[in-house]
C-alpha cells in the first residue's frame, strides 16, 4: 500500500506523470473517468468492510481469553461435518438427605470412520462419582477404579489396540472427562455413570441440581507453549496460572449448532421424602408430577430438554412437617456409617451494624441475563441496609474498580449515587476475581467501631484458577465473613459454595430475575448474625470419625450435617453451640432410632478425601496422595488421583484401520450472549489479512486517483 501511494506522487516518479505519456483524451473525459473509477472504489471499499467484519470478529473469537448429530473437531481443529449424536438420560432416586443418579450417556457414530470421542462435562458440586459401565450392543463392561495414571495408561494401550474402551476423569470436583474408544461407523456405545450427592436442605425446603453444562470459564496468566502437533480438545492453551486450562474448557457452540437429536436430556426423579410432601416446584423447568404423600415422581413437562442450564428440582414438606433433626444408618463390610442432620433454632439477636462490601462481576461471561440478574441482585442489598451501616460497590472484569476509595455511610447521597452507579453496570471483559478481591481485603476496616465486615460476592464463577482463589480467600480475608451469590443458568456452584466456606460465610444462587427477592431476601436474613457458633457434636465411643470433624458456625435456615463412621448402633447423639446473646442450646438424638440409609460409607468417604485435601492446604503442601488413593479405591469413590477405566477384551477395530478424535462441544447457557462462543478454529488469519490487503489497496487506488485529478 505504501509504494503505490509513493507511485502516487509526481515528486517521486515524475516520469510516470509526464505530459507526453497521458492519453489523448480531452480534459473533461479523463475527469470523468476518474470520477466514476472513484466511485467504483468507494462501493468496493464498502463492500470489502462488510466482509472484513465478520472476519474480523471470528478472529477475535479465536484469540480470546476465553463444552452429538453434531458438528466436530479433528485433529487440527477444523470444523467438521457431523460424526457422533449425543443423547443423555438422568435417572434420579432420592431417598432422604442423599440422591443416587445414573446418569446414561449414548454416542452414535453417523460417520464412515472410527471415532474417539471426548466430551467434558459438569457434575453437582459435590459428587461422588462410584461407578461406570460401557455397553457395546448386548454387551456389558463394568468400569474399574484405578490410579489415574494407571488408568490413563490402561485406556491408552486399549485404543491403540482396537478394542473398545472407555474412561472417567475428574478435573475438578464438579467438571470430569469422559473419553471413549474404537466407536466403529455406524455403532451405538453407552456410557453410565453412576454418581451420588446430598440433597441441599434450607429454610425448610429441599433442592436438588443437576448441571447439564458450563459457562465458559476464563483462564488467567500467560498461555503455555504446547507441541506443534498435540491434538487441541479445548478453545484455551494452558497458561502459567491454570496447566489444564486445555482439559477444561470444551467448545461451545449454540443449539442450532447441532442435530436436532444431540444434546437432549430426558430426566426423571423419583423422590421418597420420608415425610409428607407438599408441593414439587422448578424455576428453570415446567414439571410434570405424580404426588403421593412422601413419595414423588418428577420429569419436565416437555418430556426430552435442552441441555443449556442445570435443573432444578425443589420440595416442601406440609405444614408443620419441616424436620428439626434427623438420623440415618447404613452398615457396610461390617462397619456402621450414620449421617445426623439437625437444625438449630431460629432464633434471633441484637441487630449489629454491618460494613458491607458488594463485590459485582461485570466479565464477559455475565453479559446478558446474568448482569441484569447481578444488578438486581446486588440493588437488593442495597436496600438492606440500615442507617449506621456501611458499604462500599466493587465491580470487576479485567481490572477491578471500587465506587468508593473507602467504605461510606449508608446514608442517601451515597446510596443514590450506588444505585446510579450500580444501574449502568454493563458486562465485557476478563474474570480478574483475585485484584477484585485484593482491593476488598485492602480496604480498611471499621471493626474498632463495632461494625460486622461482610462481603457479598455475586459472580458465575466461571474461572478455571479456582484453587488459588481459595488460598486467597483463606489467608487474606481476616475477620470479614464471605458470602456468595451465584448468578445465571449454569454457575460454578464448586467455586461459590467453597469460596464460602473458606469465608466462613453462606452462598445461595439466582437462576432468574424473579427469583432475586427470594433468594437475597433469605441470604441478608442469614447475615444478620449466625444463628448458633461454637458448635460441638459428640458421638459415643471413643472411634467415631466424623466428617467434617469440626463443624462452622450455622447461619439462619442452616442445619448441621455430619457424616460418621465407626459409632456404635446405640447412645445418644448430642448437638450443642452458642446462640445469640450468649446463649447456650444443647439437643440429643438416641442412635436406636436411625432410619435405613444408603450411600453414607461413599458420603464419609468423599468427606475424608475433603478433609485430607483441606490438611494439605492448610499446611501449604500438597496432598497426600497414598492416603487419597487408598481411600478411594477402599470405597469405590472416584477422586482427583483415580479413575474409572472400562475395556472390553475382544478387539474391535481392524489393524490398518485409522482412530479420528472428536471433542464434542457443549451448548451455550441459556441466557448467555453470543460472545461466549467458543468454536474450533475454523480457517487461519488467512482471509483477514487478504480481505484487509484488498482494502489497502483500494484505499491506496483512491489516493492515486485524487493525486490525478490534481495534476489534470
Known amino acids: 500500500m505504501m509504494l503505490l501511494s509513493l507511485l502516487a506522487n509526481p515528486v517521486v516518479r515524475p516520469e510516470c506523470h509526464h ?10 473525459a479523463r475527469r470523468n473517468m476518474i470520477r466514476c473509477a472513484e466511485g467504483i472504489s468507494l462501493w468496493l471499499a464498502m463492500v470489502l468492510m462488510l466482509f472484513v467484519h ?24 477444523a470444523w467438521q461435518e457431523p460424526a457422533l449424536v449425543l443423547d443423555s438420560r438422568f435417572d434420579v432416586q432420592v431417598t432422604g438427605l442423599l440422591a ?14 472410527w471415532q474417539e470421542g471426548l466430551f467434558v462435562f459438569p457434575l453437582p458440586e459435590q459428587t461422588s462419582v462410584y461407578g461406570l459401565t460401557m455397553t457395546v450392543g448386548e454387551r456389558r463392561i463394568v468400569g474399574q477404579l484405578q490410579p489415574r495414571a494407571q488408568a490413563r495408561q490402561n485406556y491408552e494401550k486399549a485404543k491403540q489396540a ?34 451420588q450427592q446430598p440433597v441441599n436442605y434450607r429454610h425448610g425446603e429441599f433442592e436438588l441440581r443437576l448441571p447439564t453444562t458450563l459457562t465458559p470459564r476464563y483462564m488467567p496468566g500467560a498461555p503455555v507453549a504446547t507441541p506443534a502437533s498435540a491434538w487441541q480438545s479445548g478453545w484455551s492453551l494452558p497458561t502459567t496460572q491454570v496447566a489444564d486450562a486445555d482439559e477444561i474448557s470444551p467448545f461451545t457452540v449454540l443449539p442450532d449448532d447441532v442435530n436436532p437429536g444431540s444434546h437432549r436430556a430426558t430426566i426423571q426423579l423419583d423422590i421418597e421424602a420420608g415425610l409428607p410432601v407438599d408441593e414439587v416446584t422448578s424455576p428453570s423447568h415446567p414439571l410434570q408430577v405424580e404426588l403421593e404423600g412422601s413419595r414423588a415422581t418428577v420429569s419436565p413437562e416437555q418430556g426430552q430438554i435442552l441441555m443449556d442450564r442445570d435443573v432444578i428440582v425443589r420440595w416442601r414438606p406440609a405444614d408443620n412437617q419441616a424436620p428439626t433433626a434427623a438420623l440415618f444408618r447404613q452398615q457396610w463390610q461390617g462397619e456402621d456409617f450414620l449421617m445426623a442432620m439437625v437444625m438449630p433454632p431460629a432464633t434471633t439477636g441484637q441487630v449489629l451494624r454491618r460494613e458491607l462490601l458488594f463485590v459485582i462481576d461485570t466479565s464477559g461471561s455475565m453479559a446478558g441475563e446474568s448482569i441484569r440478574q447481578a444488578r438486581s441482585a446486588l440493588l437488593r442489598g442495597l436496600d438492606t441496609l440500615r442507617p449506621g451501616d456501611r458499604f462500599n460497590v466493587i465491580q470487576f472484569n479485567s481490572q477491578a474498580h471500587a465506587l468508593y476509595t473507602q467504605p461510606v455511610p449508608a446514608n442517601g447521597h451515597y446510596l443514590a449515587r450506588a444505585r446510579d452507579y450500580v444501574q449502568d453496570l454493563t458486562a465485557d471483559g476478563g474474570t480478574e476475581m483475585a485484584g477484585a478481591l485484593s482491593l476488598a481485603m485492602g480496604m480498611d476496616g471499621s ?5 460486622v465486615q461482610q462481603m457479598v460476592f455475586m459472580t458465575d464463577g466461571a474461572v478455571g484458577n479456582e484453587s488459588a482463589l481459595f488460598d486467597q480467600i483463606r489467608t487474606g480475608l481476616g475477620n470479614r465473613r464471605l458470602f456468595t451469590v451465584a448468578i445465571g443458568s449454569a454457575p460454578n456452584m464448586h467455586f461459590l459454595r467453597e469460596a464460602a466456606r473458606w469465608g466462613r460465610g453462606q452462598y445461595t444462587a439466582v437462576h432468574s430475575a424473579a427469583e432475586v427477592d427470594k433468594a437475597l431476601g ?36 442452616q442445619p448441621l450435617l455430619q457424616v460418621v463412621r465407626g459409632a456404635p448402633s446405640e447412645g445418644e447423639l448430642t448437638v450443642s453451640g452458642r446462640l445469640p446473646g450468649g446463649r447456650s442450646w444443647r439437643t440429643s438424638l438416641d442412635l436406636a432410632s436411625a432410619a435405613p440409609g444408603k450411600g453414607l460409607d461413599r458420603q464419609w468417604a468423599r468427606g475424608r478425601i475433603d478433609a485430607v485435601m483441606d490438611s494439605a492446604r492448610l499446611a501449604g503442601t500438597e496432598p497426600d496422595e497414598a492416603a487419597i488413593v487408598e481411600l478411594s479405591l477402599s470405597h469405590g469413590v472416584m477422586s482427583p488421583f483415580t479413575s474409572f477405566v472400562a475395556i472390553e477384551e475382544r478387539v474391535s477395530r481392524p489393524e490398518g484401520e485409522s482412530l479420528n478424535q472428536e471433542a464434542v462441544p457443549t451448548l451455550l447457557p441459556a441466557g448467555s450472549q453470543p460472545g461466549m462462543l467458543r468454536y474450533p478454529q475454523t480457517a487461519t488469519f488467512g482471509p483477514l489479512l487478504t480481505a484487509l490487503g484488498l482494502v489497502g489497496l483500494m484505499f491506496s487506488l483512491a489516493i492515486v486517483m485524487l493525486s490525478r485529478r490534481q495534476t489534470l
Open 19 to 28: 505530459p507526453s505519456l497521458k492519453p489523448m483524451l480531452s480534459t473533461r
Open 54 to 77: 465478520p472476519l474480523y470478529a471470528e478472529a477475535r473469537a479465536m484469540e480470546s481469553e476465553q463444552p452429538g448429530q453434531l458438528y466436530l473437531v479433528d485433529r487440527k481443529s
Open 100 to 113: 443416587q443418579t445414573h446418569l446414561t450417556r449414548t454416542f452414535r457414530n453417523t460417520s464412515d470412520v
Open 162 to 195: 482396537g478394542q473398545k474402551a472407555a474412561t472417567v476423569e475428574q478435573n475438578r470436583p464438579n467438571l470430569f472427562t469422559s473419553r471413549i474408544a474404537n466407536i466403529a461407523p455406524g455403532e451405538e456405545v453407552t456410557v453410565e455413570v453412576q454418581y
Open 447 to 451: 471493626e474498632s467501631s463495632g461494625h
Open 522 to 557: 433469605k441470604l441478608f436474613a442469614a447475615m444478620e448474625a449466625p444463628v448458633m457458633t461454637d458448635v460441638e457434636v459428640q458421638w459415643p465411643g471413643n472411634a467415631a470419625q466424623p466428617v467434617p470433624a469440626k463443624p462452622g458456625d450455622l447461619f439462619h435456615g
